[in-house]
């Protein structure tokens, strides 16, 4: 049974607004005929009169099926089109390994039992694979780092982003966002002087995770393929074309959030 909505055939609407129109032309039609004294028994004139209204309506139906054809053949280039330009975007992709630590401090006094003191959750380890499968490269790629918003609505903050810059065809990249080093087998030791991971310590602090786990991490990018259009991937929004989001601030601190 064809779809009403998709254009393929006509409407009632449609349907019923020809038939008013054509007997409106008809009776056009037959006025003209009263006037020029085309009694019952004049044949050609009647003819003519019903010719002008069959070849009124066969004009309205073939304008109304060469609209319905144009109209196909636009969704199928928007259609194409789109594929086209997804073809390479798609098959670059970046995923992320996150893990978190406590700060803990041992005190041994000389006359009581040992006493531990948690400290804040801080991010421990942050490295993000950056796959591009694609036959082409992709150019100014960068990594962002979301977390969940303060408000608990299922937004997402962007609060740090990093440059990777080209990704060759076929090409995988491993990038450390924290700088961290390997200090004993389970545990890594984050660069204090990184940028993201000041700024991930900021917002584990703000947030009240010193006895909880961390909040979680959202990995979001954006590049341009090599027919330089721009794609950008953000964690709550799904991938599409779009430029690079912008760093805005610390939610934690007050700051406006990205949407």
């Not at 044949?43 to 054809?69: E, K, M, Q």
């Not at 041992?106 to 531990?116: E, M, N, Q, R």
């Not at 997402?156 to 966002?177: N, S």
């Amino acid at each position: 049974m064809p779809d009403k909505n998709s254009g393929e055939n006509p409407s009632a609407a449609f349907v019923v607004e020809v038939v008013i129109v054509g007997l409106c032309v008809f009776a056009v039609a037959i006025t003209v005929a009263l006037v020029t004294d085309a009694g019952p028994g004049s044949t050609p004139d009647w003819i003519a009169a019903l010719s002008t209204f069959a070849a009124f309506i066969a004009a309205v139906f073939a304008g109304w099926y060469a609209h319905r054809a144009l109209r196909v053949e636009q969704r199928r280039d928007a259609h194409r089109d789109n594929t086209e330009r997804r073809a390479q975007a798609v098959m670059v992709a970046a995923w992320a390994d996150f893990a978190a630590s406590a700060e803990i401090a041992h005190t041994f006094p000389g006359d009581g039992a040992p006493t531990v003191t948690v400290g804040p959750t801080v991010p421990a380890l942050l490295v993000a694979t950056v796959h591009n499968a694609s036959p082409l490269p992709v150019h100014q790629f960068w990594l962002q780092v979301y977390l969940p918003a303060p408000d608990r609505t299922g937004r997402y903050v962007l609060v740090a982003d990093h440059e990777v810059g080209r990704v060759l065809p076929g090409e995988t990249k491993e990038v450390d966002l924290l700088d961290s080093v390997r200090v004993w087998p389970d545990r890594d030791l984050p660069s204090p002087s990184n940028p993201i991971y000041q700024k991930l310590a900021a917002e584990f602090a703000g947030r009240g995770t010193a006895h909880d786990g961390p909040p979680d991490i959202g990995l979001g990018w954006s590049f341009r393929d090599n027919g330089y259009v721009e794609w950008v991937r953000e964690p709550g929004f799904g991938f599409g074309e779009g430029p690079r989001p912008d760093v805005v601030g610390s939610p934690a601190a007050g700051a406006p959030l990205t949407e």
